[in-house]
């Protein structure tokens, strides 16, 4: 099975060529970017970089400020909006194609049936989000299918909490912004909403905070949060919820797409995710759940309820990024992945997504070339998936000031925008520095070893962290070592986290011999990223003397 390589990107902006960049500009001012944008060129070049798949973030309709009340989508209160674009986590329309993202309004569905076929004949798969959690405040489906129950239609607004209703109210009370600071511009026609919602990251009060989700409302899957006995689970008769939901997973399955992108997984009961992930599975069994979940100590009870891939944020994600910030050694790495061990095919190890800080911002490495040493190990210590955020590759800074997105190390999802370094390394190659090119070519060469490397995608994994812990000639706290293999195909890889070039020995213990079917001897390695070789004699307990260039690492093939 081919190792899963997800291109996220951000769909709004990704294509945006427009470079006006004005703080809180309009559709108008900064532009937006098409699923057209999408052509065959484009995947082509996401292809070769490595990809195996392409998660198009934001593609489904969300609340925004932007009025398409001409094609007959409700216009949404700028009350309740984050920036002038909106989150993508916003959703008004389960069954819609966010309309910014369209040429031609009308038909938005159609342009997102091509871009599916596109991407499949790029020989690349489609990821899309999927937000079962919380809805926009001003939810209505204009596009749902004849027969279909629109969210909230059938529920009893006189109760905090009913099995069957789609949502949780606050009886007789008005929803209270007052708490809620809005820029200047933002429309001054207070939102009503009576009876109150309740707020989408659980707060179960009509007064919701400036830090809280206050532009999303909190489905309800059967489970009632303020039972005067603490939590109540009510999954029979099937809540309203969950029917509902799976009516919208197989519409979006039946568009051919190959996955998704669960967003907050574990906001809903696992009960429903099994319930849903089999039921799909059973007719569309390509199909992989992907899931947001950031509680190690859930993650097997969402696999075990269907999910392909969680995210391994809490544990590789913040492992590595505290290594390449220097809070934390390399050997911890060891750790961070013994801690799944039994799950590791199920994690999916990242550097940088729409949610995190970008490796080159000023707020994580300041660098982008400090990325290097954790992509070597993110990408090649196991053969579970990784992830890449478009502009990692050319060391994007997320600094901008953009609006709603203040200048804090992210890529903005709120606001009109255009990324600069993707736009250079998409439509403007010839803008691209030395130093963007070279990280380019570093990213691909990896992507492309865990395309074309058995060792990678199918091999064994021997970490050598343990047997080099008192060399000498080996630093723990910024080296680095493992070693892969499958047949007769074997990788000696270490990372070199320090900011200078090192010679280190690795010692290779008698253990891993055993274990990886090692056979003594001297061998001739040859190192994927350079093409440089080496001739070394591999002999239980000694070591293998190797020189390293600072921020880089090696990655020495060998047959044994």
Not at 116 to 134: E, M, Q, W, Y
Not at 157 to 185: I, R, W
Not at 220 to 231: E, F, L, P, S
Not at 410 to 431: A, L, N, P
Request: net charge negative.
């Amino acid at each position: 099975m081919q190792k899963l390589i997800i291109y996220q990107v951000f769909t709004r902006t990704f294509g945006n060529r427009k470079q006006t960049r004005q703080v809180n500009g309009t559709m108008s001012e900064n532009g937006v970017g098409k699923m057209n944008d999408f052509n065959a060129s484009v995947l082509r070049q996401i292809k070769n970089f490595g990809a195996t798949a392409v998660w198009y973030t934001g593609v489904i309709r969300h609340a925004t400020c932007s009025d398409y009340s001409a094609f007959g989508i409700p216009k949404q209160s700028s009350r309740i909006v984050k920036g002038k674009a909106g989150s993508p986590y916003a959703i008004t329309d389960y069954y819609d194609i966010d309309p910014d993202i369209a040429e031609n309004v009308t038909g938005r569905m159609e342009e997102f049936d091509a871009l599916v076929s596109r991407t499949h004949k790029a020989g690349l798969k489609v990821i899309i989000d999927f937000v079962p959690n919380h809805v926009a405040r001003q939810y209505k489906s204009i596009a749902k299918p004849f027969g279909i129950s629109d969210l909230g239609e059938d529920d009893d607004t006189g109760k905090h909490f009913d099995a069957q209703n789609n949502f949780y109210y606050c009886p007789n009370e008005h929803l209270d912004l007052s708490a809620v600071a809005f820029p200047d511009e933002i429309d001054s026609v207070p939102y009503e909403e009576f009876p109150a919602k309740c707020t989408g990251n659980d707060r179960f009060d009509a007064h919701p905070q400036q830090n809280d989700w206050y532009e999303t409302v909190k489905l309800n899957y059967g489970i009632d949060y303020c039972d005067a006995g603490g939590r109540s689970y009510h999954f029979s008769p099937l809540p309203s919820t969950w029917l509902k939901m799976a009516d919208i997973l197989f519409f979006w399955a039946s568009k051919g797409i190959d996955g998704f992108r669960c967003d907050m997984a574990e906001m809903v009961p696992r009960e429903f995710w099994s319930y849903i992930t089999g039921r799909i599975k059973n007719f569309y069994p390509h199909i992989v759940f992907i899931g947001e979940v950031y509680e190690p100590s859930k993650y097997r009870d969402y696999i075990s309820a269907g999910f392909d891939y969680l995210y391994d944020k809490v544990g590789m994600y913040d492992c590595i990024r505290d290594v390449m910030c220097g809070r934390r050694p390399a050997s911890s790495i060891t750790n961070a992945w013994q801690n799944t061990d039994d799950i590791q095919e199920h994690m999916l190890y990242f550097l940088e997504n729409h949610d995190e800080q970008r490796i080159a911002s000023d707020f994580f490495c300041g660098n982008p070339q400090k990325g290097i040493p954790g992509m070597i190990v993110s990408s090649l210590l196991r053969a579970n998936p990784l992830m890449v955020y478009a502009g990692q590759e050319f060391g994007e800074r997320g600094m901008d000031r953009e609006g709603f997105s203040g200048v804090d190390g992210r890529s903005t999802i709120f606001d009109y925008w255009c990324t600069d370094s993707v736009f250079k390394g998409y439509f403007s190659r010839s803008e691209l520095t030395l130093e963007q090119l070279y990280l380019e070519g570093v990213y691909a060469k990896l992507m492309n070893i865990c395309n074309e490397e058995k060792a990678v995608q199918f091999g064994k994994t021997f970490d050598l962290m343990y047997a080099n812990m008192d060399n000498e000639w080996f630093n723990p706290d910024k080296q680095f070592a493992f070693m892969r293999k499958d047949g007769g195909e074997a990788l000696l890889i270490v990372a070199n986290f320090d900011d200078k070039d090192v010679d280190v020995e690795v010692r290779i213990p008698a253990h891993a011999f055993d274990y990886m079917q090692l056979v003594e001897g001297k061998v001739m390695m040859t190192d994927l990223m350079t093409g440089e070789s080496l001739t070394s004699v591999l002999s239980k307990d000694t070591t293998c003397r190797i020189h390293i260039k600072a921020l880089r690492g090696r990655i020495y093939k060998f047959m044994n």
